[in-house]
């Protein structure tokens, strides 16, 4: 070895090295609290004042961006005792008149009227309140484009139908329009578990639930029943979160066994002779040792999915739904109110694995969180809205020595 040759190398090594210590990003979270009362289980996010940042609204308040501590209030506010419920479980902003100004829709209990906030375009008052849906049922409502048309709809169930619903755009004032995709049934205002994504690959979003999945038809003209494929997914959802985990190309399910219990998993899609059936991956059981991690806890009533640590893969984020009832109704009621993101991890043969990081232990989720960059770093930030109060937590990175970063993983079970 020439001594010109052992030079090089010497200097490829330490980049190599130098390449390999830059690797290593850890994703941390800074807690803002907002408020330590209890006002809402819903929370959302929006740019109210048309100023270019997103702000975020929780109840009765909107906080201005990018730092949120300017708070004004849309509507009359009112906190209530953790023991019992909000006026507020599903929260979500959109433009509905299409004035260019960002709108917030609410829904209260699951059952009573759901209604949006008409924003006044930077005056100082009261937003003007219209009722969108006069039965808004499911503790579990999603937002988004079912039907295809480029605008999102309300996703859930009202009088025993499982639908969708969504504005006149002609007459954004008026009561919205609901468009069933089942026969009547035993849902109920506290049914849970909604999603929607296209599961059999036709360019069509269907509906799920936890009985099974609701295939769209090729047109929905005078609302058609949709096609039930039947198949169980736990004993009670929330959110039910549609994407293709393994990368094998067929859309995945992730939701909780039970919002009140033990229990996340994720459902495999598996095709057999044109067949579309699902096979279940336990996260997270009921018992320590059901979770490669340790991890363990009650009550995962709301879920979120998105790229936390901007690897390219989907990452889901949940947690404890602190005295979704007053203890001791729900086993382990007065544990921590943990919060967690889900580290999608895909290996050799279609594979995958989550590997549970704590945000918190002191929030946890209401009937809904949000992921969402509400301080336009380009990365998710996570927003909670809950009887411990209001929250945002800042998803920060920094790059750390190999010691730091094998500190901050957490350790599989021996």
Excluded at 130 to 136: D, L, Q, S
């Amino acid at each position: 070895m020439t001594k010109t040759y052992s030079i090089m190398l010497a200097m490829l090594m330490g980049a190599t090295a130098m390449v390999c210590a830059k690797d290593h990003v850890l994703h941390t979270f800074k807690k803002i609290t907002l408020s330590d009362q209890f006002y809402c289980e819903g929370i959302n996010c929006g740019d109210f004042n048309h100023d270019g940042k997103m702000d975020i609204v929780a109840s009765s308040f909107w906080y201005e961006g990018p730092d949120f501590q300017k708070k004004h209030e849309f509507r009359p506010s009112k906190t209530y005792e953790p023991k019992g419920y909000s006026d507020n479980f599903i929260t979500f902003a959109y433009d509905f008149n299409g004035d260019g100004w960002t709108d917030i829709f609410e829904i209260g209990m699951p059952g009573e009227e759901a209604w949006w906030y008409e924003n006044p375009q930077g005056k100082p008052e009261v937003w003007k309140k219209h009722v969108a849906f006069k039965t808004a049922d499911n503790e579990s409502p999603d937002f988004g484009d079912i039907d295809g048309d480029g605008k999102p709809e309300l996703i859930f169930n009202s009088d025993g139908f499982l639908g969708y619903a969504k504005p006149d755009p002609k007459n954004p004032e008026a009561l919205w329009k609901f468009h069933p995709i089942s026969p009547k049934g035993s849902w109920h205002k506290y049914t849970h578990g909604t999603g929607f994504g296209d599961i059999n690959g036709d360019g069509r979003t269907d509906y799920l639930e936890i009985n099974g999945w609701w295939e769209q038809p090729a047109s929905l003209e005078n609302d058609p029943v949709w096609k039930l494929h039947p198949f169980t997914f736990g004993e009670g959802g929330a959110q039910m979160l549609v994407y293709d985990v393994n990368g094998d190309g067929f859309n995945d399910v992730i939701t909780t066994l039970h919002p009140h219990q033990y229990g996340l998993a994720w459902y495999e899609q598996t095709r057999e002779n044109g067949q579309i059936s699902f096979t279940k991956h336990l996260i997270m059981g009921s018992k320590a040792e059901d979770n490669k991690y340790g991890v363990k806890f009650t009550q995962a009533h709301a879920f979120a999915l998105a790229d936390i640590d901007g690897d390219g893969l989907k990452d889901f984020v949940t947690g404890k739904r602190w005295w979704a009832h007053a203890p001791p109704t729900d086993p382990e009621g007065n544990e921590p109110a943990v919060l967690y993101w889900f580290k999608l991890v895909r290996g050799a043969g279609n594979t995958a694995e989550y590997i549970p990081y704590k945000v918190d232990d002191n929030s946890g989720v209401g009937t809904q969180v949000v992921a969402a960059d509400v301080n336009g770093d380009g990365m998710p930030d996570i927003l909670v809205g809950n009887k411990k109060g209001i929250f945002v937590f800042l998803n920060e990175k920094r790059t750390v020595s190999q010691e730091e970063w094998d500190k901050a993983q957490p350790q599989p079970l021996k």
